[in-house]
């Protein structure tokens, strides 16, 4: 099976740009996340989707992310304009249904150096 | 309410056993644990729900206290493999998937 696939791996951009990182979940994973990994920390939760709707977004900064999950597969995560902090690496990961039960599998991540 | 992991730092030698802690201040519906390397995405473990049921790995074992909002992985003759850093991720909200994650416990196997 498919592992959760990221691109693009790598992205360097100068602060005040806009950057766009794209996920394709596992095939029939209901639920998809998006995390912010800061070097030395764990993962940090955006944001989580049901299938195309938002279930938690409290941490996601809104004035400057955005996220969508069109038609419940694929979801595109963007910063703008982008802050020297964004610096990190951006972690998708799906689960097969919503729940205590569901492990997660993360994609390899997208590491954003904003400069 | 990020829960607390111990010790941040292990190394042990190939065969040795280690114990790493994660603790909450809040109650805990669910801990469940993910191993990652240097470079590379988290893997998954365990899970550990309230009640008891437990599913993951066989060769990994862990406990939950649901009482003390504590949860312990086991590693048992370490192999090299083992290397990495392993994160605690709490579920404080019933039954949503949404994960707290721990800052981490980083484990060095050497030969």
């Known amino acids: 099976e498919a592992g959760v696939a990221q691109s693009p791996r790598y992205k360097i951009i100068e602060k005040r740009q806009s950057v766009a990182f794209w996920c394709n979940p596992i095939s029939g994973h209901a639920t998809l996340y998006w995390y912010q990994q800061i070097l030395g920390q764990g993962p940090k939760l955006l944001i989580q989707?049901?299938?195309?709707?938002?279930?938690?977004d409290s941490q996601l900064p809104k004035d400057r992310f955005s996220a969508e999950r069109l038609k419940g597969v694929d979801s595109t995560l963007k910063i703008q304009p982008a802050k020297l902090e964004d610096s990190a690496v951006y972690l998708c990961?799906?689960?097969?249904?919503?729940?205590?039960?569901?492990?997660?599998?993360f994609g390899p991540g997208t590491r954003l150096t904003v400069t | 309410q990020q829960p607390v992991q111990s010790p941040q730092a292990v190394i042990l030698r190939e065969g040795e056993d280690a114990v790493i802690n994660c603790s909450s201040s809040k109650a805990l519906y669910s801990v469940h644990w993910y191993r990652q390397k240097h470079g590379e995405a988290p893997v998954f473990l365990m899970i550990l729900l309230k009640g008891g049921e437990q599913k993951g790995h066989e060769k990994i074992s862990a406990s939950f206290n649901e009482k003390k909002q504590q949860s312990s992985l086991y590693l048992t003759a370490s192999q090299l493999s083992y290397s990495g850093t392993y994160f605690c991720g709490t579920e404080i909200s019933s039954n949503t998937g949404k994960l707290i994650f721990g800052q981490g416990t980083t484990l060095q196997v050497k030969p």
């Open positions: 989707f049901q299938n195309n709707g938002v279930v938690d």
């Open positions: 990961a799906s689960s097969l249904f919503q729940g205590a039960n569901s492990e997660q599998y």
